[in-house]
């Protein structure tokens, strides 16, 4: 698909990987619109980097509040080809704590929310918005991105409710893609590893490089660069569809 001159969501677009999303499809022509509720870094982006880039706070489990977003981003003159999922949060607790204290149940149903049911909630209204585009040469009217993580498939101690929200975004890959199919709209899901995002940054340097060194090849965290090249490309290929792709570096994850 080409993307220069299109519209484009990023949710999660004012930091860490939807950061790099965002300067990524600007750099390619594509009029961004963040979705994000870091009212301050979005401003400072959008500044920045000028341009078509716009700024709506948005919470993603929000139907009101997203649709009013797509709408916007979908009312700039150019359609709306684009969406890229980011967002997202992670919180550590076991099903039992080492006391015998269940999982706390609210913080299991937010971090599903969000992660999974927010990313839903972004692509149904992403596609409705798609469906009124005229198809490009290949009949594609739009692509999506969403992103899972290798804890969908490796999830660690203490990782229930993460593991369980990234397995639901890598299962709704093939259905979506397949449900959207008549309408053109591929969709691809990205799994990364250990990215080297600000939620890491706060980490001891010592247990950053013990990170690294687990990693097999190249021995390093990934960065958010590494996450908006990837999701440029999956944007990009008109035959990958209904894939979620792993970004680890053959990284597999043990237990703890």
């Not at 927010?118 to 040469?137: H, I, K, S, W």
């Not at 639901?168 to 990364?192: E, F, Q, Y």
């Amino acid at each position: 698909m080409q993307l220069a001159d299109a519209a484009a969501v990023v949710t999660g677009g004012a930091s860490g990987l939807g950061e790099a999303t965002t300067r990524a499809l600007t750099a390619k022509g594509v009029s961004v619109t963040i979705l994000d509720l870091q009212a301050d870094r979005a401003a400072a982006l959008v500044s920045e980097l000028g341009g078509h880039t716009s700024y709506v706070m948005t919470d993603v489990t929000d139907g009101e509040q997203v649709q009013a977003a797509v709408a916007e981003a979908a009312g700039k003159g150019r359609e709306l080809r684009v969406a890229v999922n980011c967002a997202g949060v992670g919180w550590a607790a076991r099903v039992l704590s080492r006391d015998g204290t269940p999982h706390d149940l609210d913080l299991f149903v937010k971090i599903i929310g969000i992660n999974l049911v927010g990313t839903f909630n972004v692509l149904r209204l992403a596609a409705a918005a798609m469906a009124g585009n005229q198809p490009d040469e290949q009949g594609e009217r739009g692509a999506i991105v969403n992103t899972a993580s290798i804890a969908a498939f490796d999830g660690q101690i203490g990782q229930i409710a993460y593991a369980a929200s990234k397995s639901g975004v890598a299962g709704m890959t093939l259905p979506a893609a397949r449900d959207l199919s008549s309408i053109g709209v591929r969709v691809n899901t990205i799994a990364p590893g250990i990215i080297d995002t600000p939620m890491l940054a706060g980490l001891p340097e010592d247990t950053r490089a013990a990170l690294a060194a687990g990693v097999p090849f190249p021995k390093r965290l990934g960065t958010p660069a590494d996450y908006a090249s990837l999701a440029v490309f999956l944007l990009e290929h008109p035959y990958l569809n209904g894939e979620t792709v792993r970004m680890d570096a053959a990284l597999r994850m043990p237990p703890k």
